[in-house]
């Protein structure tokens, strides 16, 4: 049924953590006008040492200074690879991989777009796999692999079969705790010389449109606020988008020009803050990025931002920790993209207090979910949506027609927190 063209596949996805994510099982649910495919995971936050900060700086580190090089351990020297088991907050997905299938533990990441197993469970060759003789290398900032690639057969689901999919063996990897790979989901240039021989990889997206699975080579994510664990509280789309998951209309913004945002979904936008509409950050480049959990603002923005509010630096979590006083006065976040003002209020500012002790943190504190980039203004890359931001807006990565889309949704004014 998914060789319709007009067909669109959901895939229903939620954040945990690595180590549940063996556990988790596909559930086929059949709706209509469209066929679906849910697959339920739960929200776990797993943090022991390494704050959420330092792990999305780490990311941003290796996004920001790639060089479009297989030289991985250039990259690793710049940007640290941090053990998963201490990063908190992952995508996972089941995904099988050989015929007869052997199910993988896959991230679900946009920020990057090479599909490959091994990490944990070792790559099980079949009668599918067939060895291209090359060797393949990645680094993510909060993590590597290094490893050889394969043509095979990626399942999604029984009825979701993708063949010929380019698939590398990880030799060696880092950072990836109980997770088997990723599920690169992100612009196809990302792989650009990632493998050797080849200027670019074809991702998962690629052949479920040209296997004609997909009418577009899209994806869209809507998520839902969270203040407990586990929650099944996500819903990624590929192939279309669910107008059942947003309000009002989409607003389009085109890739940004801006290198190296422009490799990523980057777009353009700036933001103010409260009535007085105080600049925090200017017209600039960015990325929205679901590998990413806090939103992430360029040094000098972020300053902007801690002295405008009055939060100071929390040394346990890496977060801002802000005082009652302050929270009380504390206002909202507007951020202009596509021409439209979408508002982050103080609440989605707010990181669920029902969850500080999952970070290190106070349950009695409040803290804020903005963090520093660890880069000044100019860098190409000056902020990062993530997580904090999609738990209230509806995003749509687009790669037909090289654009992100934003709407509004019921949780962008939840007081949930």
């Known amino acids: 049924m998914f060789h319709d063209s007009s067909s669109a596949i ?5 954040l945990t953590a690595a180590a549940a994510a063996a556990a988790a099982k596909p559930i086929i649910q059949i709706r209509e006008p469209n066929p679906t495919i849910d697959l339920n995971f739960a929200v776990r936050l797993n943090l022991s040492g390494v704050s959420l900060v330092a792990h999305d700086r780490a990311r941003a580190a290796a996004m920001i200074f790639s060089t479009n090089t ?93 063949t010929q999919q380019s698939i590398g063996e990880a030799i060696k990897s880092s950072g990836f705790g109980a997770c088997d790979g990723i599920l690169g989901l992100g612009p196809v240039d990302l792989t650009n010389k990632t493998l050797e021989g080849r200027e670019t990889v074809p991702t998962v997206l690629n052949n479920l449109f040209t296997q004609n699975k997909i009418s577009k080579e899209v994806v869209s994510i809507s998520f839902a606020p ?64 679901t590998g990413s959990t806090l939103l992430l603002l360029a040094t000098d923005a972020f300053d902007v931002y801690r002295n405008t509010t009055g939060a100071v630096l929390d040394k346990a979590t890496g977060l801002l920790k802000i005082s009652n006083e302050d929270y009380a006065k504390l206002e909202s976040l507007y951020f202009s993209i596509g021409g439209r003002t979408f508002e982050m209020t103080k609440n989605a ?36 949506n993530g997580y ?23 949780n962008t004014y939840s007081e949930l927190n």
């Open 10 to 14: 959901f895939l229903t996805l939620a």
């Open 70 to 162: 297989s030289d991985a351990r250039k990259l690793r020297a710049r940007a640290p690879a941090i053990d998963a088991t201490n990063t908190g907050v992952t995508y996972v997905a089941s995904v099988g991989v050989g015929a007869p299938a052997t199910t993988y533990s896959l991230v679900v990441d946009t920020g990057s777009a090479n599909t490959w197993v091994g990490s944990g469970k070792a790559y099980a060759r079949t009668s599918s796999s067939v060895d291209l003789g090359k060797n393949i290398s990645v680094t993510y900032g909060s993590g590597y692999f290094e490893g050889k690639e394969y043509n095979d057969t990626v399942t999604l689901s029984p009825d979701l079969v993708i």
């Open 226 to 289: 969270t203040t407990k664990q586990p929650n099944m509280n996500g819903v990624l789309t590929i192939g279309d988008t669910d107008a059942t998951k947003f309000k009002g209309s989409l607003v389009y913004t085109p890739i940004t020009r801006t290198a190296p945002a422009n490799r990523y979904w980057g777009i353009d936008q700036s933001i103010v803050y409260g009535a007085h509409r105080t600049n925090v950050l200017r017209a600039t480049s960015g990325i929205v990025d």
């Open 349 to 384: 500012q707010t990181f669920p207090r029902a969850l500080n002790s999952y970070v290190g943190g106070d349950n009695n504190s409040i803290y804020l979910v903005a963090g520093d980039l660890g880069t000044d203004l100019g860098s190409g890359i000056d902020f990062i």
């Open 388 to 410: 904090a931001f999609l738990e209230r807006f509806y995003s749509v990565y687009d790669t037909t027609n090289q654009r992100v889309g934003i709407a509004t949704t019921e």
